[in-house]
């Protein structure tokens, strides 16, 4: 009886070893899985994401800034136009350019009626 409880003790404890190998093992291999196989695993399915999107924004905001810089200098050009504005220098452009819609007409003549003087 006690040779068989000898025996079964050794074959438990040997299965103990064997479970605790197998548990160390495996809790390796998912360790490096997760740390080096995953990440690994990750960039090798890039598709290219992060530049993509990195380019796409980085053409809106060249085409917004360009649209800001196009807008500032529309503005500076209206604001030159409206402080060019000189009523009395147009009036006279518009009268030196059509003198004969805008000169005077002769002076009326007197004409005598019945010898009125």
């Known amino acids: 009886r006690k040779a068989k409880y000898s025996e079964n003790k050794l074959k438990t404890l040997k ?5 605790l190998l197998t548990l160390e093992a495996t809790n390796a291999s998912v360790f490096k ?7 690994d695993i990750i960039d090798c399915c890039d ?8 380019r796409a ?3 809106y905001l060249s085409a917004e800034l360009s ?3 196009s807008r500032r200098a529309g503005l500076e050009v209206l604001e030159g136009a ?9 009036r006279q ?5 059509y003198p004969t819609a805008f000169c005077p007409p ?8 019945m010898g009125d003087a």
């Open 47 to 54: 598709l290219g994401y992060h530049s993509s999107l990195s």
């Open 106 to 113: 002769a002076r009326f003549s007197f004409q005598s009626h």
């Open 15 to 19: 299965a103990r070893n064997e479970y």
């Open 33 to 39: 899985y997760y740390i080096h196989d995953l990440p």
């Open 57 to 59: 924004l980085r053409t």
């Open 67 to 69: 649209l800001e810089a």
């Open 82 to 90: 409206v402080e060019g504005l000189d009523p009395a220098r147009d």
């Open 93 to 97: 452009r518009l009268l030196g350019l």
